[in-house]
């Protein structure tokens, strides 16, 4: 996984049973992610009919419920919204006709799960996205931030958002990119 466990660095505990939203009768779940790094991952490839593969990758962390912290592994991904990804057929009953994207918590590491998201725009928008992070990343008062809205298209129990959520895969209904930074305070006196 890129950009996870750096030497020295300090990780909290989380446990998938803490990980509830507060709002657990919700149709869908917000989230701010705070990123923290992100690289941009260009596979040009002529044997691929598409051309090869564009996606720009980042790492965060989110707050869900009383969980801070909990990290995020992420992509971004020109999209043609021609269609929903084939993959996501497996995972859903009602594969819904558009998806901004797809999210699933990885319990692999029992100390430490990981949110995985897989986020689309259109071609055209790529270019703005990787400006808005570069921006957000050239400053030291920058930061980068996206706000992206989850929810499941199949049936959802009653106890869905308390712990089912954590081993399906979610929905992305809508998402944004914040980026910005803070004018440096100038020195007269």
């Known amino acids: 996984m890129f950009f996870r466990d750096r030497p020295g660095q300090a990780h909290p505990q989380h446990t998938a049973e803490h990980l509830h939203w507060e709002q657990q009768d919700a149709a869908s779940q917000a989230l701010r992610i ?7 991952d260009l596979s040009p490839a ?5 051309g090869g593969r564009l996606a720009i990758g980042f ?5 869900i ?3 801070p912290n909990v990290d995020v592994v992420g992509a971004i991904e020109p999209h043609d919204g021609a269609g929903t990804p ?17 999210a699933a918590l990885d319990l692999n590491d029992e100390d430490r799960p990981q949110m995985r998201l897989a986020l689309f725009c259109k071609a055209p928008f790529f270019d703005s996205v990787c400006r808005a992070f570069d921006a957000g990343f050239s400053s030291p008062s920058g930061s980068v931030a996206l706000d992206v809205v989850l929810a499941y298209p ?8 308390a712990a089912q959520w954590q081993t399906r895969t979610l929905q992305v209904l809508q998402w944004q990119l914040r980026a910005g930074a803070q004018k440096p305070a100038s020195g007269a006196a």
């Open 34 to 40: 705070g990123a923290a790094a992100w690289r941009l």
């Open 46 to 50: 002529l044997k691929d009919r598409h």
């Open 59 to 63: 790492e965060g962390t989110v707050r």
């Open 65 to 67: 419920a009383s969980t």
């Open 86 to 102: 084939k993959m996501l057929a497996d995972r859903w009953k009602r594969v819904p006709a558009r998806v901004e994207g797809h």
């Open 154 to 161: 199949d049936d959802m129990g009653a106890a869905f958002w």
